[in-house]
């Protein structure tokens, strides 16, 4: 019975899918009306199926589990001999052990329809999706289920105002989804705490639902689009290794978005003092002299690089430091450039990885032309070639080709997402698509 409702839902969902993605297959062919017609009249359905039963053929009584409950007590109330309880209760252990009801948890009796109304099953629901059924009604069968879950694709665009929570918030959408934008997919190439007015970003996403009408929340972020200071970023979701279950996020040209920082702030050059806190200098007489920074030895006025994207915290001159410029990356991470001969940048400007800051210069504390970089986490300052940073890795050679043709037809719904001010050339193009049901 179970695996029946399942067909008809996975049929019903299938259907619907085919639809929706005809929709934008063939943007210019509007859909005949008629079938939409039968569509809705499948969704309406005449009988009431859970837990795989049809319920109109049954008496159903719900209620949650409650102080001094137990299977054996439920059922002597609802007219169930202590000795078929029993016998219920060993039959039923290897499946579900019956003293591991929770307080506050659902559970459903369902009665016979005739005039005994004796109870033929139990349901327990120890999480929205997984139920437990002890069935006893002639012969005694226990198993376990998941509910139906199905996921719906949806879209959200976005232009900040003030931040992006607050502007998802608006339009009633979880935290959840900020928080996998901001800590998972643009971690490494945009700075959420400073985003800037007039960004935007449009993302598919799937939510998902158990049992057709309960809301099991977002369910994973599938693509996104973020112009953050006039500038696009793409994100896709993609699985890299099927047997380990792991997923990233590439952009439209199959790069990670989870950059490492670059291994040296100049391209050319070599370290020419290691972080250090037990450094001692014969000039300041032995003293213990920490060195919290690594420096690289370059000429003077070697380019200085961005490790990796942020927005520039300090551009100034001070004292042992001489000229140097600060960055914040993220929420956790900061880099710091000393002795520059000259800054290339001001603050609250954003610059990419890469991208030129400053060059290599002797003004501050310094012996010989070099960069001294200082490398902080959550405001203290770590050697960043003992820290275990975020790793990006590059898709494989083999996997591109097969990438880029999957985000093939993402990019181009993406891409045909409009914020809201421009008009839409077909309304059915952003319906959201129903995806093959689970069982
Ligand atoms: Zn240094």
């Known amino acids: 019975m179970d695996n029946k409702r399942t067909r008809q839902l996975g049929n019903k969902y299938v259907i619907l899918a085919a639809l929706s993605m005809a929709f934008y297959g063939c943007k210019n062919d509007k859909p005949e009306p008629e079938i939409k017609e039968d569509i809705a009249k499948v969704e309406q359905p005449k009988e009431v199926f859970e837990f795989g039963f049809k319920l109109n053929d049954f008496i159903v009584k719900r209620d949650t589990i409650r102080k001094g409950d137990s299977f054996g007590v439920i059922l002597e109330r609802n007219k169930l001999g202590y000795p078929k309880i029993f016998h219920i209760a060993e039959k039923a252990k290897d499946t579900f052990d019956i003293r591991k009801l929770q307080i506050g948890k659902p559970y459903t009796l369902l009665f016979s329809k005739d005039s005994l109304e004796l109870p033929e099953l139990f349901v327990y629901q120890p999480t929205r999706e997984d139920y437990v059924v002890i069935?006893?009604?002639?012969?005694?069968?226990?198993?376990?289920r998941k509910?139906?879950?199905?996921?719906?694709?949806?879209?959200?665009?976005?232009?900040?105002?003030?931040?992006?929570?607050?502007?998802?918030?608006?339009?009633?959408?979880?935290?959840?989804?900020?928080?996998?934008?901001?800590?998972?997919?643009?971690?490494?190439?945009?700075?959420?705490n400073?985003?800037?007015?007039?960004?935007?970003?449009?993302?598919?996403?799937?939510?998902?639902?158990i049992d057709d009408t309960i809301y099991g929340g977002i369910?994973?972020?599938?693509?996104?689009?973020?112009?953050?200071?006039?500038?696009?970023?793409?994100?896709?979701?993609?699985?890299?290794?099927?047997?380990?279950?792991?997923?990233?996020?590439?952009?439209?040209?199959a790069k990670n978005l989870r950059r490492a920082f670059l291994k040296s702030p100049i391209a050319f050059g070599r370290i020419s003092s290691r972080y250090n806190l037990k450094r001692r200098i014969a000039y300041y007489g032995y003293k213990l002299r920490p060195h919290k920074g690594t420096d690289f030895a370059a000429p003077v006025g070697t380019p200085i690089r961005a490790t990796a994207n942020g927005t520039v915290t300090e551009s100034t001159r001070r004292g042992g430091n001489g000229k140097y410029v600060k960055i914040r990356h993220n929420a956790t991470f900061e880099t710091q450039y000393l002795h520059m001969s000259?800054?290339?940048?001001?603050?609250?400007?954003?610059?990419?990885?890469?991208?030129?800051?400053?060059?290599?210069?002797?003004?501050?504390?310094?012996?010989?032309?070099h960069v001294c970089y200082r490398f902080w986490k959550n405001g203290r300052q770590v050697d960043p070639f003992r820290e275990k940073l975020p790793e990006a890795k590059p898709i494989s050679d083999s996997l591109?080709?097969?990438?880029?043709?999957?985000?093939?037809?993402?990019?181009?719904?993406?891409?045909?997402?409009?914020?809201?001010?421009?008009?839409?050339?077909?309304?059915?193009?952003?319906?959201?698509?129903?995806?093959?049901a689970e069982s």
């Open 147 to 192: 509910k139906p879950i199905k996921y719906i694709e949806k879209t959200v665009t976005g232009v900040i105002t003030s931040s992006i929570s607050e502007t998802l918030d608006e339009q009633g959408i979880s935290p959840v989804l900020t928080n996998k934008l901001a800590d998972e997919i643009y971690a490494w190439t945009i700075d959420f």
């Open 194 to 209: 400073r985003l800037q007015k007039g960004d935007r970003f449009k993302v598919i996403y799937t939510d998902k639902y």
């Open 219 to 253: 369910h994973d972020v599938k693509a996104a689009y973020f112009e953050h200071n006039n500038e696009p970023f793409y994100a896709f979701r993609f699985q890299t290794d099927s047997l380990k279950g792991i997923v990233d996020y590439f952009n439209e040209e």
């Open 342 to 369: 000259r800054r290339h940048v001001n603050v609250g400007q954003f610059v990419k990885q890469g991208d030129v800051i400053g060059y290599v210069g002797m003004t501050g504390n310094t012996g010989g032309p």
């Open 400 to 436: 591109k080709e097969k990438y880029l043709d999957y985000i093939k037809p993402i990019k181009y719904q993406l891409d045909n997402i409009f914020f809201e001010p421009e008009v839409r050339d077909d309304n059915e193009f952003n319906e959201p698509i129903i995806k093959q």
């Open 135 to 144: 069935y006893f009604k002639d012969s005694i069968h226990a198993y376990k």
